[in-house]
């Protein structure tokens, strides 16, 4: 299973895509999306779907994972933060992925063990799970954190899946 995790952003949209194979994973490809904050917010919100939508026909993935929006204080910033989010739901799901949603708190406690977890430390556990890779920045790294997040929970409901299969069989 190819899986494809996003961290929304207008600025800078982070990328991951692993590979699963049972309880392996490789790491494949991060980057990072970006747009001009120059441009108008039309332009910027295209540029990122472009992007992304190049990375996706690039790496064909089986699934995509984005992170949930918070809430800040600033109401522009969180508007326009779902504004990138929304390309980050739409590019998948154009291409006929299903798309998994986990709060940053999710992403943590699932790599790192802890929901309050600093960036260092998402970072070190990527790097001691996907030895070798040459980490794009910190929203990549966050984008491998949802990927491998998302592979851990869809595993998790496939053998709920058979168990349940089993059971009623």
């Known amino acids: 299973m190819r899986v494809m995790g996003i961290d929304p952003g207008l600025r800078n949209m982070g990328w991951g895509i692993i590979d699963v194979a049972g309880p392996r994973i490789s790491h494949v490809a991060n980057g990072i999306c970006r747009s001009a904050a120059s441009d108008d917010l039309a332009a910027r919100l295209l540029s990122l779907f472009d992007q992304l939508t190049a990375i996706v026909d690039s790496y064909k993935p089986d699934c995509a994972a984005v992170e949930q929006t918070f809430v800040n204080k600033d109401a522009v910033a969180t508007l326009k933060l779902g504004q990138a989010r929304s390309v980050a739901l739409l590019v998948p799901a154009r291409a006929g992925l299903p798309v998994g949603e986990y709060a940053p708190n999710a992403v943590k406690k ?22 070798g890779a040459t980490l794009a920045g910190p929203d990549a790294v966050d984008a491998l954190a949802i990927a491998i997040t998302h592979s851990y929970h869809a595993q998790s409901a496939s053998r709920l899946a058979d168990a349940v299969r089993r059971a009623t069989a």
């Open 110 to 131: 699932t790599v790192v063990g802890v929901g309050h977890a600093a960036k260092q430390q998402v970072e070190h556990m990527i790097r001691l799970q996907l030895p």
